[in-house]
């Protein structure tokens, strides 16, 4: 196959538009679409803002600045994901939406390129069985934010070709990160233990066995984690974590999975975390 040139990124949410970065300060072009216009030119502007402040603090030069900010090619038609030599799927995780963007990148993409999913818990399987690539599906789960986060969870589903295993993780490697190998179900290593114990500090709140400050605290100072639970559930996104959890309980089919009922009316409310500008806690506007 081409060598991996230009990655096409769907969806220019927290995370894909993270992932441009990283591939763009890495050397490669980058196609970033989403659905409207002015989403795109929203996540590009705030690329360029993220870069002046790096380059404000001296960690990039302003030609580096410029260069990497130039490998941006940013649109809202599909269509022009056919000029990229590898894909990376970010849009929400939604199974009916991930599995109509690949029908549709099965069409555009050319035949050689590999499909990955930036997903969080969604099976790889499936995804690759909607297209007529299987071997070429795979995913490529990279953590929040994905600057500045060193590990990419390799997702192989049952039909994934070695070729395509052996191309996404020297990729990763390209991008500066680590790079660990999970098979195929639901919420595959990282999610599986992580929200779990997202979802328990949730019930812990919902029953008032402590309040939101109590209960992060209570995990940062006494389990020695960067951030409590409730914090890194706001980061995540609680659309996002609600996603995922129902994923690993109807995926593995155990109750031990069921998402709080606390989250479930928080993602009805809106209070979605930090995207939305509320969630556990109040960041101002969104
Ligand atoms: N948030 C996290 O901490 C995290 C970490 C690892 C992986 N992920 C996964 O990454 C994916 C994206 O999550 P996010 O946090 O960036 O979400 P987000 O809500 O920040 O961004 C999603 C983006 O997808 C766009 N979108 C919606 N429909 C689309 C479509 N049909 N085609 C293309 N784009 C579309 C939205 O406009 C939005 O810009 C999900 O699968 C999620 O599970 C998230």
């Known amino acids: 196959m081409k060598d991996v040139r230009t990655l096409g990124i769907v969806g220019s949410g927290q995370m894909g538009s993270g992932i441009g970065q990283v591939a763009a300060q890495a050397g490669y ?26 380059t404000e603090r001296g960690k990039l030069s302003e030609e580096e600045q410029q260069a990497i900010l130039g ?17 990376i799927e970010a849009a929400p995780e939604d199974y009916e939406l991930k599995k109509s963007i690949f029908q549709q990148l099965d069409t555009i993409a050319r035949p050689e390129v590999i499909l990955a999913s930036n997903t969080s818990s969604i099976s790889l399987t499936q995804l690759g069985a909607v297209t007529k690539r299987p071997e070429k599906v795979i995913g490529m789960h990279f953590m929040n934010p994905p600057v500045v986060m060193q590990l990419v969870e390799i997702v192989r589903g049952l039909a994934t070709g070695e070729d395509t295993l052996q191309v996404v993780d020297a990729l990763a490697k390209k991008m500066g990160k680590i790079t660990i190998l999970a098979k ?11 929200l779990p114990m997202i979802n328990e500090a949730i019930y812990a709140l919902y029953e008032g066995v402590g309040g939101v400050t109590d209960i992060d605290q209570g995990m940062k100072l006494g389990t020695n984690q960067p951030m409590g639970p409730l914090a890194l559930a706001d980061l995540i996104g609680l659309d996002t974590c609600l996603a995922v959890l129902e994923r690993l309980h109807h995926g593995l089919g155990d109750d031990k999975y069921r998402p709080c009922p606390l989250l479930r009316n928080y993602v009805a409310a ?14 101002g506007k969104a």
């Open 29 to 54: 072009s980058v196609i970033l679409y989403d659905i409207t216009q002015p989403i795109v030119d929203r996540a590009i502007e705030n690329l360029h803002r993220g870069m002046v402040r790096l």
């Open 71 to 87: 490998r941006f090619r940013g649109t809202a038609n599909m269509n022009d994901l056919r000029d990229a030599d590898l894909i």
């Open 184 to 194: 195929d179900y639901a919420g595959f290593i990282v999610n599986r233990i992580l």
């Open 270 to 283: 809106g209070y979605l975390g930090r995207k939305a500008g509320k969630g556990f806690y109040d960041y």
